[in-house]
């Protein structure tokens, strides 16, 4: 459940801020597979990447993942 938490998130944010999949994997350093397992929820985040994804966004990680949830 947290893992589909943090992935429709990442999906959002991605999309609201004009991100491919494949750009935000390239920017992030990981495989476009990765990152789908991620936003469909498959795999949770390591913290690092969730720091990588919110800096990459340019939103803070509270935005990203709310307190309610961690």
Known sequence: MEAEIYGR??????KLKGY?????????????????????????????????VAEKLKVSLEELFPLEHK
């Open 20 to 52: 491919t999949q494949e750009q935000l994997a390239k920017e992030l350093s990981v495989s476009v597979s990765v990152l789908g397992e991620i936003e469909r929820g498959n795999r949770k985040p390591t913290t690092k990447l969730m720091e990588s």
């Open 9 to 14: 998130r990442i999906r959002a944010f991605r």
